[in-house]
Each structure stands twice: as structure tokens, then as C-alpha cells.
Nanobody, 121 residues
Framework: QVQLVESGGGLVQVGGSLRLSCVAS????????MGWYRQGPGKQRELIAV???????NYPDSVKGRFTVSRDNAKNTVSLQMNSLKPEDTAVYYC???????????????WGQGIQVTVSS
């Protein structure tokens, strides 16, 4: 059984910072990418940041320069440092990992339960 557990969300004022963390645990053989998605009110889930096992990262223009993803391969963790937060960053943030579990032959998407981030003006 693989689990992704997020922490660190909450309420912050415009221009503030938050740091989200996620740890993947269970019978994990290998992790390809780890990253973060978000889903705002009335919106579709969107990719926010992704980090490969080799250290490459990618961001959409909406968060580039404000958000930074970091990954610890040894601990199966991924973090998201969010700076200069805006009201439009308000969303439920989901940790994602593409990984191979011990009882599986394929790499699959795994998701955390989601964590609320609210930016107030």
C-alpha cells in the first residue's frame, strides 16, 4: 500500500509565503517524477510543479519565479516553497508521484489527499 501525505497548507495573506511538504511511503520500488497539482474553485486540476529523479524541474508560467519545488530522493519527499502568493493561488493542492510499487509491473500515478491553501486579500 502506497500513501502520499501532504502537510503545510493554511491561510496566508497576499504576498506571503507557505511551504508544502509531501512524503511517499509504503512498498515503493522506484519513483519517477514527484510534483504538485492544484484545483481552484470551479477549475480543473492543473500541474504546478514537477521534479524528476534526476533533478530537473518544470513550472507553468503562472507560478514560475514564485514557486520552487525540491525533492529528496532518499527520503521520498517533495516540497513546494510558495512565495509572493496571490488570491488566485487559492486552491486545494495535491501531491503527485509517478512510481512503481512492489506489487506492480507498471509506473502509475499516485495522489495525496489534498491540502487547502487560501490566500486572503
Amino acid at each position: 500500500q502506497v500513501q502520499l501525505v501532504e502537510s503545510g497548507g493554511g491561510l496566508v495573506q497576499v504576498g506571503g509565503s507557505l511551504r508544502l511538504s509531501c512524503v511517499a511511503s509504503g512498498s515503493i520500488v522506484s519513483i519517477n517524477t514527484m510534483g504538485w497539482y492544484r484545483q481552484g474553485p470551479g477549475k480543473q486540476r492543473e500541474l504546478i510543479a514537477v521534479a524528476t529523479s534526476g533533478g530537473s524541474t518544470n513550472y507553468p508560467d503562472s507560478v514560475k519565479g514564485r514557486f520552487t519545488v525540491s525533492r529528496d530522493n532518499a527520503k521520498n519527499t517533495v516540497s513546494l516553497q510558495m512565495n509572493s502568493l496571490k488570491p488566485e493561488d487559492t486552491a486545494v493542492y495535491y501531491c503527485n508521484a509517478v512510481l512503481k510499487a512492489n506489487d506492480d509491473n507498471l509506473f502509475r500515478n499516485y495522489w495525496g489527499q489534498g491540502i487547502q491553501v487560501t490566500v486572503s486579500s
